[in-house]
């Protein structure tokens, strides 16, 4: 029963520390170093207590080892999904279309957007939009985008800074 516990432990243990590494990254590529440093403390803290703890056992290593593996998997992906739910940030969104009337649809949705004359393939004319959204809008966006444009091509880019503009 105390290898089934350790286990466990060790398990739900690595998922809070890959969890609190991943949002760390995020949010130190975001250019907060001070919070990802504090977070990055913790996140080293409870790392070092576990695997204190894991080393430290006479139990079996495999299954020890399985564990600390399976802990840091999922860590990774609910650390992913935390970060999408709670780590607020802009993307740059740009569409590369034949149909210059989308640009007055988007902006009935409340989107600011620029437009700018573009020469495509083989000198065809066609318009780049440039719209600037918080990460939470983007799958509401790129429905609009794909209702309004089945072939518009789509780029889509994480923005570290924005200055001035128009934000509905």
Do not use: H, P
């Not at 998922?15 to 250019?31: E, H, Q, Y």
């Not at 992913?80 to 590369?96: P, Q, R, T, W």
């Not at 007055?104 to 004319?125: E, F, H, L």
């Amino acid at each position: 029963m105390d290898i089934l516990f350790l286990c466990l432990k060790i398990f739900f243990v690595r998922i809070i520390d890959v969890s609190l590494g991943t949002a760390r990254t995020i949010i130190m590529v975001k250019g907060k170093g001070f919070i990802a440093s504090l977070i990055g403390f913790i996140e080293v803290f409870v790392w070092f207590m576990i695997v204190r703890e894991a080393l430290n056992t006479q139990e079996s290593g495999i299954l020890i080892a399985i564990s600390y593996s399976l802990g840091f998997a999922v860590g990774t992906f609910v650390g992913s999904i935390l970060s999408d739910k709670f780590i607020e940030g802009n993307l740059g969104v740009e569409v590369i279309t034949e149909k210059k009337e989308i640009a007055n649809a988007i902006r009935k949705n409340n989107y600011a957007v620029s437009v700018v004359d573009v020469n495509g393939q083989d000198d065809i004319k066609k318009y780049m939009l440039i719209i600037e959204i918080k990460n939470k809008k983007l799958d509401e966006l790129k429905k609009l985008i794909e209702e309004l444009d089945k072939n518009a091509f789509i780029m889509i880019s994480e923005t570290k800074l924005v200055q001035n503009g128009y934000f509905k």
